[in-house]
């Protein structure tokens, strides 16, 4: 293995401003008592990453400038904290990137991804558009067997997209997916492996989004000219699906989960919306008598055991959905690419 280097340059949010990233020089960092150090391999550009590149209101108020963001990944272990029993150099590890402090009552009920004291890899601490970055040993998963390496970094959208089906029904249910980037892609391809009776995906204008989840296992694709919620309903003897998922980030988009989810259904939202404060239509919540759940990264572990137990199945088509490879040198073209829309996965890589 080579030798570590002592500085890196990576890609960070220098200015307060759209985009406002450079690639400058930071030191390799050194691992603490449990963590590793992880030399990248690949890094995916995420919907929060977009997020971070417009400078939207969530994205101020959470990423200290000065910050490597990115935070979907997979590296080779190179370095052991002290304490770290876990792991051996040369592990290959993608990341979790909810950093839990595994102490206070949210830990200790099982819910370690909404951490009271918790933080995220990549937008409050430093994250993985740099070669080289630490992470607690317990957050580096190893990679499930027969999994390409250079698609180890997916494990963190689709483990978004498990988790948020798994709000509702799946099995043998109505689904409704909304928004098809890469975690809706990735939530029609599971949907179908988990047995859905029927997958209604649903965009604006994104044919090629929308071309691939049928090819995926979409039932019915809407998209601008379509009345969706008038869609849905017809396409469910008009009751309404049983599991409605937002992933769009958009308020239309939500008022629509609302409107086309059966009565007592199960309204599941992943979304980070640039404005904070979206109109949701609260009458029909009441009289539908739904079930609205915010979804908040992957379930520490069980997402992540059903996600290894897919993908070990062959269950996921994980090149379908990952369309685009690029050098880290590209990473502003990565982000320009992931912004039209014209992709599903864009993923980074160092090697």
């Keep these: 293995m080579s030798e570590i280097p002592t500085t890196m340059f990576a890609w960070t949010k220098t200015t307060d401003s759209v985009g406002g ?7 390799v960092p050194t691992p603490a008592a449990g963590e590793v150090l992880v030399k990248t391999h690949s890094t995916s550009v995420c919907g929060t990453d977009i997020h971070i590149w417009k400078w939207d209101e969530w994205s101020r108020e959470n990423v200290p400038l000065g910050t490597i963001t990115g935070h979907e990944t997979c590296g080779q272990v190179v370095g052991l904290g002290e304490g770290v029993d876990s792991h051996s150099i040369g592990d290959l590890v993608a990341i979790e990137c909810h950093l839990a402090c595994w102490n206070c009552p949210r830990c200790e009920e099982g819910n370690a991804h909404i951490c ?3 933080s995220i890899f990549g937008v409050h601490i430093n994250g993985a558009f740099g070669p ?18 250079g698609y180890a970094s997916i494990q963190d959208p689709l483990g978004n997209a498990i988790h948020t089906l798994t709000g509702g029904p799946v ?6 997916i909304h928004g098809l ?4 892609l990735f939530a029609v391809n599971a949907a179908k492996a988990m047995g859905a009776a029927k997958i209604i995906a649903v965009d604006w204008d994104n044919t090629y989004r929308m071309d691939l989840a049928k090819s995926l296992g979409a039932d019915l694709v809407l998209g601008k000219e379509n009345d969706v919620v008038a869609e849905i ?15 769009s980030g958009s308020p239309q988009a939500l008022a629509n989960t609302v409107h086309s989810t059966r ?3 199960y ?5 980070v919306y640039g404005n904070s404060m979206p109109e949701v239509p609260m009458n029909e919540v009441v009289f539908r008598y739904l079930h609205i759940k915010g979804i908040n990264g992957r379930k520490m572990w069980s997402t992540w055991d059903t996600m290894h137990d897919l993908l070990e199945q062959g269950l996921i088509d994980v090149d379908a959905v990952l369309t685009h490879r690029m050098s880290i040198d590209d990473f502003e073209q990565a982000v320009d690419l992931a912004i039209a829309g014209n992709c599903g996965k864009v993923v980074l890589d160092f090697t």
Aim: hydrophobic fraction near 40%.
């Design 263 to 265: 009565m007592g259904g």
């Design 171 to 176: 099995k043998d249910s109505t689904v409704a």
């Design 267 to 271: 309204v599941n939202i992943l979304s």
């Design 132 to 149: 080289y970055f630490v992470v607690p040993a317990v957050n580096a998963r190893q990679i499930p067997e027969g999994l390409d390496p």
């Design 233 to 247: 309903l017809a396409a469910t003897d008009g009751r309404g699906v049983d599991n409605s998922c937002e992933f």
């Design 181 to 184: 980037g890469p975690i809706g």
């Design 21 to 27: 990233f450079a690639r400058i020089e930071h030191p």
């Design 116 to 118: 009271e004291n918790g």
